[in-house]
């Protein structure tokens, strides 16, 4: 059996080598088709691998609380050098949601730009004032030293922990533990802590997790109180607390929370927009929606190259049953029934889509490193892709081969014998 | 009315063998009352057999002969089982495969039937050796034992040590044997020859007869459908057609070609 149809594939190829520009042709329609099937794709796959990475970072069973600046109406910005902006959430709505889920980590956070200083390395910053939690419901790790303790919030120690890059920025050369940074103009603060590296996209206040020094929350109010001066527009703003990240049990319980946190919210918060909730599982099964679609849409142009290959295929069968018509008179004499014929054409047919797919794949995969070469547009080859687009290749030969084979099948032995 | 045909095979085929009861030789092929007709146009049917009865005998060597239109042509597509009858038996190895389907058909043509064309038809992209193993490829049989069998064809044939050329560097007298060889590869019952040697020179032609008379030895029946009287006398019977029906048959090993019966229906 196996014998005969490595035989088979085997004379196959030798009649397709009677006429080798002809196949070549035929092959590269394939070829390029199931190409551009797997470029196409793998553009398509990096494209929103990125997008998908940072949703998938914020955490899939977190809902995200964030303070946000209200529109400033006219008669606010009026008196804006005198008056102090107040918005945003409250310490004590955090103490309300934790009372609501008892289950859930409740974290809080404040955020505020200072510049850093060691010895002449200087960095301006985002300061983030949070809790122990913080590590666990980020997912980050420490990479030496410790993490923030609750005896440290408890004694509103002045501790930091810096991210990767911000530590590498200030110490260059020596390890930070156990050394001091300046924080603004008077507070110091003993590195205790240095995070693992994480490549994250920046988080919604511009700045990455490997940029920003973590300290106590209760010690970030102590020292730096809870009215910042916004730089840009030179005025001073009153907020508590930045974010309340929540982190629920499951993905089950995600929809449902956030839509119980609106409704409570919603009373404090009426008169300005100065919040705002993001499920960050929600955007995934958005974004992962317009990928499939996307994904779809690729697929079904690269489709059509191959279906244009498929029709290659098929008229280059039409041509060789014709031509060897004479051929098939013969075998059917020597005993061959209609079924050995519809093999032996389909065979043809499907080891000339093989072979461009087989050197579709190839030329597929390495379009994708080209691309990320010399455009620098993240591209990911899925292995299932690569399936994919040579199970369509082998399909369409073997789809658009049914019908010359049928017709080399069904004529008539005398008629095929006399053929010239 | 019945073709007898002797010839048991003898030790020297060439020479005349003298008619023998042959009742107890197996009847390989036999028409039974065979007509073919093609039905061209509303009251158009052209009657190419027409009631057309004859046997072929295990170790025969029988010409069909007969001007053009005379049925031959028709004839040789139903011994060859390339063709049905309109009605009528025809009997290969004595079963009726006149009502037989397209599969069945072929697998009649596969093992009884041995092939040997005018042109020779090999598949030219093919080598000799492969071109000979296409019979037993469908009939799942190809492996080490047809190479055997194709090297020892081959040699009998007189090809020799050509099994991976192809056709194209082969004589035309080398082809048809290599189509010689192809038909005996499954064995078959008979030989069916059809024009065998119209595409070649007559030194050639005189091998290949040769040939045919040498392959009598080991007791292969031959039918060779021709419009060359020169090749017809080589036989031991020639069966004349003529309007669709058996003219005659002539035991050409008499020394006065009399008429015999004709075989009418």
Redesign the interface.
């Given at each position: 059996m196996i014998?005969?149809t490595l035989?088979m594939v085997r004379?196959g190829l030798?009649?397709l080598?009677?006429h080798k520009l002809r196949s070549t042709l035929t092959t590269a329609g394939i070829l390029f088709g199931v190409a551009s099937v797997i470029a196409m794709l793998a553009v398509g796959e990096g494209a929103s691998a990125e997008t998908l990475k940072q949703y998938r970072d914020m955490g899939v069973t977190n809902v995200l609380l964030r303070s946000k600046k209200p529109e400033e109406t006219q008669q606010s910005s009026s008196n804006s050098m005198m008056s102090i902006l107040g918005y945003g959430l409250f310490y004590q709505e955090a103490d309300r949601i934790q009372n609501l889920l008892p289950y859930a980590t409740v974290v809080r956070t404040r955020e505020f730009q200072r510049g850093l200083v060691h010895g002449e390395n200087w960095a301006s910053t985002m300061i983030v004032g949070t809790e122990v939690p913080f590590l666990t419901v980020t997912n980050m790790q420490v990479h030496e030293g410790r993490w923030l303790t609750e005896l440290d919030l408890q004694r509103m120690s002045n501790v930091c922990v810096l991210g990767s890059s911000l530590a590498r920025a200030l110490f260059p050369l020596e390890s930070p533990i156990g050394q001091t940074v300046l924080v603004g103009i008077e507070d110091r603060f003993e590195i205790v802590g240095i995070l693992e590296y994480q490549g994250r996209a920046a988080s919604p206040n511009g700045t990455t997790l490997d940029e920003c020094a973590f300290i106590p929350l209760s010690s970030s109010r102590r020292r730096f109180g809870d009215t910042i001066r916004n730089p840009s527009t030179n005025r001073y703003e009153n907020i508590e607390l930045h974010e309340i990240k929540v982190k629920l049990g499951s993905m089950e319980e995600v929809e449902g929370t956030a839509g119980v946190l609106e409704h409570m919210m919603r009373p404090a918060h009426a008169s300005k927009k100065d919040y705002e909730i993001t499920v960050p599982l929600e955007l995934l099964r958005k974004a992962e929606a317009t990928q499939r679609m996307f994904n779809l849409v690729l697929a079904v142009i690269a489709s059509i190259s191959l279906l244009v290959g498929g029709i290659g295929i098929m008229n280059v069968m039409l041509a060789t049953v014709t031509e060897r018509t004479?051929?098939i008179?013969?075998?059917?004499?020597?005993?061959?029934?209609?079924?050995?014929i519809v093999q032996q054409f389909l065979v043809e047919a499907g080891v000339l889509s093989a072979l461009g797919g087989v050197a579709g794949v190839g030329l597929g995969v390495l379009v994708p490193f080209g691309i990320e070469k010399w455009f620098n547009q993240p591209t990911s080859i899925q292995p299932q892709h690569v399936l994919l687009a040579f199970g369509i290749s082998a399909l369409v030969g073997v789809v658009f081969g049914i019908y010359p084979a049928w017709r080399a099948a069904n004529m008539d032995?005398?008629e095929a014998?006399r053929h010239e | 009315m019945v073709v007898k045909a002797p010839a048991a095979p003898s030790a020297a085929a060439t020479e005349t063998v003298a008619p023998v009861s042959t009742d107890a030789l197996p009847i390989i092929a036999e028409f039974v009352d065979v007509h073919r007709h093609y039905v061209m146009g509303k009251d158009n049917v052209v009657r190419a057999l027409n009631g057309v009865s004859m046997q072929v005998k295990k170790g025969d060597y029988l010409a069909i002969m007969g001007r053009s239109g005379s049925g031959k042509s028709t004839m040789l597509n139903i011994l060859g089982a390339l063709d049905r009858p309109t009605s009528g038996e025809y009997r290969v190895g004595g079963r009726d495969v006149s009502k037989l389907d397209d599969d069945d058909l072929s697998d009649v043509r596969g093992r009884e039937i041995g092939f040997i064309f005018q042109s020779f038809n090999l598949i030219p992209q093919l080598t000799v050796l492969e071109n000979l193993e296409v019979p037993l490829f469908y009939q799942g049989r190809v492996g080490p034992e047809s190479r055997k069998k194709a090297e020892y064809l081959a040699d009998r044939v007189g090809l020799g040590r050509r099994l991976e050329h192809k056709p194209m560097e082969l004589s035309g007298g080398q082809q048809q044997r290599v189509a010689i060889a192809r038909a005996l590869m499954n064995d078959p019952l008979f030989l069916l020859a059809d024009e065998a040697t119209g595409n070649l020179d007559s030194n050639t032609e005189k091998e290949i007869l040769d040939l045919f008379d040498d392959l009598r030895k080991d007791a292969v029946t031959i039918v060779i459908v021709t419009h060359n009287p020169k090749v017809a006398e080589r036989a031991d019977n020639t069966l004349w057609l003529r309007d669709g029906k058996v003219d005659r048959l002539v035991d050409n090993r008499l020394a006065s070609s009399a008429a015999g019966d004709g075989g009418h229906p």
């Open positions: 014998a005969d035989r004379l030798k009649s080598l009677l004479r051929e008179g013969i075998r059917r004499a020597l005993g061959a029934k209609k079924k050995h032995p005398v014998l | -």
